[in-house]
């Protein structure tokens, strides 16, 4: 028997499946929310798993995500494409759209589709494996809700703005680099808050320049505008923080630029008078056919090699292991399978909420 905190991989798609069902998302829509989802718990990645199911659910019944996802094409050439989201689930139509790219990307090579208007969409990893899945690399990146402070600033003015991008080798494991562009991004901070743990000195700072480490706080500090996450690099240019902010602004420009969306606070999710609206946030995907570039076989052996020169290098402690990129999320996967999701109290209060609220059916084992 299960231990109380921990559920099953399939007890948890049932319950994720049966919440999207209950507030109106059609079937095929929830099999890939659902598998964006249970990709990021079974990585480990605890930010964007079930710990984000009550947000879609909320923003649903709140009226601000449509649960009946739309994929309006406006522009549409060989190599590229402009897509309208109209406010529906992220997950749903950026698997559509990263697909639009590898199918494109079969006939000229590369390719690249900018989407609009969309929501939240998972980890952002869990698009460029799609091209890996199909022998290619590919990119996704998306902007968010305000958040990182430019360089020397004090106000939060562009979301954690994520890059991934992927690429086959010659191992299970691929080349999966899956990160923000702020030192961390607020999925751990509400992580931490649900665990009760402090945050690292240097993650944010108040509008005084001050760092923030307890979540609770921070949270509240980001709802009235009083707090910004730190770019990669941290304040100032000692640590070359101006790189962190300017890989922001490059994923904002992909993100909401190119796709004629809006950006920094026209994302906040509130109109003027405080009232809820759609995020109508932009994402931006590339799929590159490798087959284009050189032998697939070749390239696979190569980026395993590369992957490999990199693990096998000198280590300053023996005892810590080198890692690349996606490769500690792989490992994640068969414990986490066999061991189940792993769930804090505030998570299995949420899903008791739910299923109160949403009159579900499904049995829970705590």
Same mark, same amino acid.
């Given at each position: 028997?299960?231990?109380?905190?921990?559920?099953?991989?399939?007890?948890?798609?049932?319950?994720? %499946?049966?919440?999207? =069902?209950?507030v109106g998302v059609p079937v095929d829509d929830r099999k890939i929310i659902v598998d964006v989802l249970i990709a990021s718990d079974l990585r480990g990645i605890e930010s964007h798993g079930i710990g984000?199911?009550?947000?879609?659910?909320?923003?649903?019944?709140?009226?601000?995500?449509?649960?009946?996802?739309?994929?309006?094409?406006?522009?549409d050439y060989p190599g590229t494409a402009l897509i309208d989201g109209h406010d529906g689930m992220g997950h749903v139509i950026s698997y559509k759209a990263m697909q639009l790219a590898i199918d494109?990307?079969?006939?000229?090579?590369?390719?690249?589709?900018?989407?609009? %208007?969309?929501?939240?969409?998972?980890?952002?990893?869990?698009?460029?494996?799609?091209?890996?899945?199909? =022998?290619?690399?590919?990119?996704?990146?998306?902007?968010?809700?305000?958040?990182?402070?430019?360089?020397?600033?004090?106000?939060?003015?562009?979301?954690? %703005?994520?890059?991934?991008?992927?690429?086959?080798?010659? &191992? &299970?494991?691929?080349?999966?680099?899956?990160?923000?562009?702020?030192i961390s991004?607020?999925?751990?901070?509400e992580v931490a808050e649900r665990e009760g743990k402090n945050l690292p000195q240097g993650w944010a700072i108040d509008k005084q320049g001050q760092f923030v480490t307890d979540p609770s706080l921070l949270l509240q500090l980001f709802a009235k505008k009083g707090a910004s996450l730190l770019p990669l690099g941290g304040a100032g240019e000692d640590l070359a923080g101006y790189k962190g902010y300017g890989l922001a602004m490059m994923v904002e420009i992909l993100s909401s630029i190119f796709s004629g969306g809006p950006f920094?606070?026209?994302?906040?999710?509130?109109? &003027?008078?405080?009232?809820?609206?759609?995020h109508s946030l932009g994402h931006f995907f590339i799929a590159i056919n490798v087959s284009f570039f050189m032998d697939l076989e070749e390239f696979k052996k190569s980026c395993g090699d590369l992957m490999r020169s990199m693990r096998?290098?000198? $280590?300053? =402690?023996?005892?810590?292991?080198?890692?690349?990129?996606g490769e500690k999320?792989? &490992? %994640?996967?068969? $414990?986490?399978?066999?061991?189940?999701?792993?769930?804090?109290?505030t998570l299995v209060e949420n899903m008791q909420q739910l299923k109160q609220e949403l009159a579900m059916e499904i049995s829970l084992p705590f």
């Open positions: 028997m299960q231990s109380p905190d921990v559920i099953s991989v399939e007890k948890l798609k049932e319950f994720m %499946n049966e919440a999207f =069902d209950k984000r199911l009550k947000m879609y659910i909320d923003r649903i019944r709140d009226g601000i995500l449509n649960p009946v996802s739309q994929f309006e094409v406006l522009r494109k990307a079969r006939k000229t090579g590369v390719s690249a589709v900018a989407v609009r %208007n969309s929501s939240h969409f998972g980890i952002a990893g869990y698009y460029p494996l799609m091209a890996v899945k199909e =022998d290619m690399a590919g990119y996704a990146f998306t902007n968010a809700r305000p958040s990182i402070s430019p360089t020397f600033g004090r106000d939060p003015m562009m979301g954690t %703005n994520p890059i991934a991008f992927a690429v086959p080798t010659d &191992e &299970e494991t691929p080349f999966c680099l899956d990160m923000a562009t702020s991004q607020r999925g751990k901070i920094g606070w026209g994302l906040t999710g509130f109109d &003027e008078k405080g009232k809820k609206i759609p096998n290098s000198g $280590r300053l =402690d023996p005892e810590q292991r080198i890692y690349t990129a999320e792989v &490992e %994640n996967v068969p $414990r986490i399978r066999k061991e189940g999701v792993p769930l804090n109290e």
